[in-house]
């Protein structure tokens, strides 16, 4: 799997999935995961895009093979995210490509795309925090006084099994999933998931969403405390060119929820831009 050094030396770690034709040369596609996951956590739509598009799964700073990160709480910053695609992307020789984000990828996503107009053909967002709303700093901190306090008493796996219901998945949901997202999530150093609870709790993509020239697809649950009305209406009366889409789901993983309806979904999108079809 590749490697490569993001412009403060971190480690920055992706896997590259290419099922496409092999006497064709597809475009590629860059998938950046949320909150405290790894590029592994693509796995269900992965099978989908990559027999169309060469995908891309990085490992954020700090997270899954991207190890290891000697200072978190200064290493992690919007710059330094816009930086670490950029090197990702550069390594994989891929000059622009179409972009995917989800949860906070969302955020960092849409930021990359104001600021990086020239890389990105497509930018998809899976339910995506474009700001972070009072409900989500309160749920989460899940009876301790804040947060980041409630990953620290509990760890990583004991945050996330006792936050898992909140907005992530349904309640009675695949008991044997829940369980192995726990685990692996909860591999995660909690320093640098503390940082990124920081970098989360203050970042706000709204302010950037006029910038964006390039198409968006945005993809919303249809019912979920993360992702509100107030931040829809922002991508709607912001970007110059945004398609909003709901899909019937009372939670936010849409991407591990309905693989198959978000990556054809995001298939559709690209390749209109791209003037092929997806399809076999």
């Known amino acids: 799997m590749p490697t490569v050094k993001g412009s403060d030396g971190a480690n920055l770690h992706y896997a590259v999935h290419d099922y496409t034709d092999r006497w064709r040369k597809a475009n590629t596609m860059i998938l950046i995961h949320g909150f405290a996951r790894s590029g592994d956590f693509w796995f269900g739509m992965i099978p989908y895009l990559a027999r169309f598009y060469r995908v ?5 700073r700090g997270l899954g093979k991207s190890l290891p990160l000697a200072d978190p709480a200064n290493a992690i910053s919007i710059d330094a995210y816009i930086g670490d695609i950029e090197a990702v992307a550069d390594h994989a020789g891929a000059e622009n490509f179409h972009l995917v984000g989800e949860a906070i990828g969302g955020a960092i996503t849409l930021i990359f795309a104001a600021e990086r107009p020239r890389r990105v053909r497509t930018l998809s967002v899976l339910a995506p925090a474009v700001w972070a709303n009072d409900w989500i ?4 901190a899940v009876g301790y006084p804040s947060w980041v306090e409630a990953i620290r008493a509990l760890g990583v796996e004991g945050w996330v099994r006792k936050s898992n219901t909140l907005a992530r998945f349904p309640a009675g949901f695949d008991p044997a999933f829940m369980d192995w997202y726990a685990r692996e999530v909860g591999k995660a150093d909690v320093e640098v998931v503390a940082a990124m609870v920081n970098f989360a709790g203050a970042v706000n993509a709204k302010p950037y969403l006029d910038k964006i020239a390039a198409p968006v697809l945005a993809l919303y649950p249809t019912g979920s405390n993360i992702s509100s009305a107030d931040q829809e209406a922002a991508l709607r009366e912001c970007i110059a060119s945004v398609r909003v889409t709901h899909l019937d789901s ?4 849409l991407g591990m929820l309905q693989p198959a309806a978000c990556a054809s979904q995001i298939l559709n999108f690209s390749a209109a831009e791209d003037g092929i079809v997806c399809r076999e």
């Open 137 to 140: 700093r309160n749920a989460y």
């Open 56 to 60: 891309i799964c990085p490992d954020l």
């Open 250 to 253: 009372p939670s936010a993983m």
